[in-house]
């Protein structure tokens, strides 16, 4: 069963429940009404004609109905974004702090330290705005760059315009590969099949017809006549009439009754559990602090605030915006490796992809299909072999590949047929059971010739004569294998090969399959598309990135393993469409392991593969641009399609190439997992020094006849911290973190706080021991200096927060943590010796550098005064350095036990 596709330009995510809630989904009666009359009344009622709406028209009722869209794009306009910015919960602390501070003021230093937090306000609030906005407007730009459109008919004449500027009355053409574009009323169609898999769930095209008749149809998308955005054209074409557009589609209507969110990925479910993670510690860490500083101190109105701020302090608030940039930067440098992300979150699923399953032809292949040869069945050249292929490729009206291109292309026919005596009768459109496609054309002799053009073993199966040198003859079953070693000839040196056969028949209106047998085997025409010289290379990069390379295609085997061969991909085993089918799923999960080359697979065969290796726990991406390959794409982690794809394809992929190219997925590969080692840092650095945090603070607590630290002080420390994380998602990446696939793992994240965090507690410890002991923070009547004798002259040791010992407390630690949290940014970025063996980027390190002379300005400087910081004695710096030197080593030491156990 197929599952829903993730259509970007206006498909819901989640409407892959249509089925089941369908029958509570109410369509419009006015294309119930449209189903049952004649295409003359239908373009009456809609107030248009067969050549379409003039432009005026069109845009008069693109204003009055609206774009045809049924989801809301999910960018934040500049209002929520700045509202975001002011939820975070250090703006809303500093900001009630800030409101304490102008009412409870009782000197001018109250005041100052009110406009100090609300200037921390605007700082952390302008911070986040900005970054936010930058990433949310480069997301949508890059998302513009990626449209689907649909063939218009305006005026008389045909043009693409994008689907959301269709309207009501618009007459659209479609052919195989087209997105249904609006909900329509067919007007014409030849052997039209629909894939209607993204709403009902079936795999199985549902075919539709142009006749008007009376509606007995038991659900909406039984109407034979009618087609639903959202369904995409498998095989013919049509010319239908636009009914409903947007919110009054079928689609739209179900919108309105199913989630529009994605199914969260391992990324967002990693995330979210980190998140989680940090709010049990505050669950825990909170009111312990509350209560411990409430009872010990007796001060319940300071323990709060106190408490509050902890909280701030446990909160990865940054996540967000780090998370945002971070996605959005890697979209930005994806973009210039000619990698378009359409949905940001799966810049992680294409780091963390391990298999990568790719179609032949364009990714191992240049995609320049030549047509070498055209030879009767004896393999002798023969100018009426592409006399007939050329009149099948020129009269198809269906979607022309690659193939059909290069019959057309060949200059050598164009000199001695004209196609002016010859005129279109009918046409049998190409499916994949058939694996083939004919067009009837009239010749000049009167006559109808049925030309058939396909794979070499679903035309012979249909030929009982062949031709040869002008003589006609029977195909006996001896020379039927015969015909299949001269196809495998070409095939084993690399050629594509169709075979051409026809049949002539009295003139009549109309053909059908059943019509494509007793044909005379014309002969062959054989294609050369080369191997990529840089398709060699692209696979072994993939492969020193731990990305196992596998082949899907519906090519037969032959042409598959010559260029496999030639690209480096070894091929210990083949598997065919033919051996999948007998396959249970368990079978097939275990051939897909040890299986480099599918060969004659069908859409439903990839998928299965796809579904298999997904299941065996690998992270799975497909590459594919094909009508094909749409049902594939859906299955996979990360669905891969090329600019030049089809609609259904560029629709259902997460990621577009603008080449189609392996050596530009490597690219996006290793910047996804960039934007992925950026985060995983910040989550890192976050979560272990909170959890140590959350140590040192209850220890304090017990400890100390005052605060740890005022809450402004905490929230002013927070903030500094917040400033020197923002360049993270521009930081330089080991290459040894790009090497091989990272899935997110919360153990990985777990062991690290549980090592790392306590090491901080380590040095804040000793910095309470040094400021306790050695500067004597212990007496509540320590003497401040003469320059500081005013500001403490009132102060009690009845009131120990107010006293000089708390302050030079509270400043040492406050210095001491700041600036440990700064540096160590630098060692728990990289798995190397820090600054020796990797740098980080230079903006981190200026901030970080930037971030710590503040901390170091801060006690002697005059907003010092307004924070409650005091100058710090002279001996305090030699000792500091020796904390940071000390907790640099330990931190290095316990981070490579950890990556010699692999815990990490």
């Not at 008069?60 to 609206?66: M, P, S, T, Y």
Request: aromatic share 8%.
């Amino acid at each position: 069963m197929a599952t829903a596709p993730k259509y970007g330009f206006s498909l819901p995510h989640g409407f892959h429940f249509a089925r089941r809630i369908g029958d509570q989904i109410q369509v419009s009666p006015r294309l119930v009404r449209m189903a049952s009359l004649p295409p003359a009344d239908v373009l009456a009622e809609l107030k248009t004609s067969a050549g379409g709406l003039t432009e005026n028209e069109a845009r008069r009722r693109l204003e009055q109905f609206g774009p045809n869209i049924v989801t809301e794009q999910a960018r934040f306009t500049r209002l929520k974004l700045l509202v975001r910015a002011c939820l975070n919960p250090l703006v809303v602390l500093l900001s009630i702090l800030a409101i304490i501070s102008f009412v409870t003021a009782q000197a001018a230093s109250d005041v100052v330290g009110g406009f100090l937090m609300v200037a921390m306000v605007i700082l952390g609030v302008s911070l986040r705005f900005i970054q936010e906005a930058r990433a949310g407007s480069a997301a949508a730009r890059l998302k513009a760059m990626i449209r689907v459109t649909a063939t218009v008919v305006r005026g008389g004449d045909a043009r693409e315009i994008p689907l959301a500027d269709l309207v009501e009355g618009d007459i659209v053409r479609l052919a195989a590969g087209d997105m249904i574009p609006a909900d329509v009323r067919i007007l014409s169609c030849k052997d039209l099949f629909l894939s209607q898999a993204s709403l009902t769930g079936e795999s199985y095209p549902v075919e539709k017809y142009d006749a008007a008749g009376p509606v007995a149809a038991r659900t909406p998308l039984e109407l034979r006549n009618i087609c639903f955005l959202g369904t995409s054209v498998e095989s013919g074409s049509a010319a239908a009439v636009v009914v409903e557009t947007g919110f009054k589609t079928y689609l739209g209507a179900l919108a309105a009754s199913i989630t529009k969110e994605p199914p969260p990925s391992s990324f967002d479910k990693g995330v979210a559990a980190f998140t989680w993670l940090m709010l049990r510690f505050m669950a825990v860490m909170v009111p312990l602090v509350f209560l411990i500083n409430g009872f010990s101190k007796g001060r319940w109105g300071e323990a709060f605030l106190f408490a509050l701020a902890v909280a701030v302090g446990l909160t990865p608030e940054m996540l967000p915006m780090i998370v945002s940039v971070c996605l959005a930067s890697g979209a930005i440098l994806m973009s210039r490796k000619k990698v378009i992300v359409k949905r940001l979150n799966s810049i992680q699923n294409l780091g963390a992809m391990d298999v990568l399953c790719t179609d032949k032809t364009g990714t191992l292949t240049m995609d320049r299909v030549i047509l070498e040869q055209y030879c009767d069945v004896a393999l002798k050249e023969d100018e009426g072999v592409l006399h007939l292929a050329f009149l099948n490729s020129h009269f198809q009206t269906g979607l022309k590949n690659v193939l059909d291109r290069a019959i057309l292309e060949h200059q050598e026919i164009h000199r001695d047929i004209s196609t002016e005596n010859y005129s279109k009768v009918d046409e049998i459109p190409f499916d994949f059971s058939r694996r083939m496609m004919s067009v009837v054309v009239a010749t000049p002799a009167g006559e109808h010739r049925l030309i058939c053009k396909g794979a070499p073993e679903s035309v012979f199966s249909r030929c009982t004569q062949f031709e040869l040198d002008g003589d006609i003859n029977p195909m006996d079953p001896l020379l039927l294998e015969d015909l299949r070693e001269e196809c495998d000839e070409l095939s084993a040196d690399g050629f594509r090969v169709l075979a051409i056969a026809y049949r002539t028949f009295e003139p009549r209106r109309v053909y059908g399959k059943e019509d494509e047998h007793e044909l005379v085997l014309k002969g062959y025409v054989a294609f050369l598309d080369p191997p990529r010289e840089t398709a060699g290379p692209a696979i072994a990069a993939l492969q020193s990135h731990g990305i196992a390379v596998k082949v899907l295609t519906g090519d037969n085997e032959l042409v598959a393993r010559k260029i496999c061969g030639t690209v480096g991909l070894p091929l210990h085993n083949v598997l065919t469409g033919a051996g999948i089918e007998g396959m249970n799923d368990a079978e097939l999960a275990a051939a897909a392991e040890k299986t480099i080359l599918f060969v004659r697979l069908s859409p439903a065969d990839k998928q299965r593969i796809i579904t298999a290796l997904r299941n065996n726990g690998h992270v799975v991406g497909f590459l594919g641009d094909g009508i094909n390959d749409s049902p594939a794409l859906r299955a996979a982690d990360v669905g891969i399609s090329v600019d030049t794809a089809v609609d259904v394809a560029k629709e259902a992929a997460d990621a577009i190439l603008l080449e189609k190219s392996l050596m530009v997925l490597e690219e996006g590969v290793v910047e996804g997992r960039k934007v992925f080692a950026n985060i995983v840092k910040y989550i890192r650095m976050g979560a272990s020094s909170n959890f140590g945090n959350m140590f040192s603070v209850l220890g304090a607590s017990l400890w100390l006849p005052y605060l740890p630290m005022a809450p402004l002080k905490i929230l002013t420390n927070n903030l500094l911290y917040d400033f020197s994380q923002v360049p993270i998602p521009a930081d330089d990446v080991d290459a040894e973190q790009v090497a091989k696939p990272r899935p997110w793992s919360m153990g990985e994240i777990g062991r690290f706080i549980l090592f790392i965090g306590p090491c901080s507690s380590v040095f804040d410890y000793t910095t309470y021991a040094l400021m306790w002991f050695f500067f004597k923070c212990s007496d509540l009547g320590l003497k401040a200096p003469p320059e500081l004798a005013a500001r403490f002259a009132h102060c009690s040791p009845a009131n120990p927060d107010s006293t000089y010992a708390a302050a030079l407390f509270q400043t040492g630690w406050f210095v001491e943590s700041l600036l440990t949290q700064t540096l160590i940014i630098h060692v728990i970025r990289t798995n190397k010796v820090p600054f020796i063996q990797s740098l980080a980027s230079w903006q981190l390190i200026m901030t970080s550098i930037g971030i710590m002379l503040i901390g170091v300005w801060l006690p002697s400087s005059p907003i010092g005064q307004w924070l409650g910081l005091v100058p710090l004695p002279p001996l305090y710096w030699p000792f500091l350095s020796a904390t940071l030197l000390l907790y640099v080593g330990l931190t290095q030491l316990v981070k490579v036990l950890l990556l010699r156990r692999n815990w990490i």
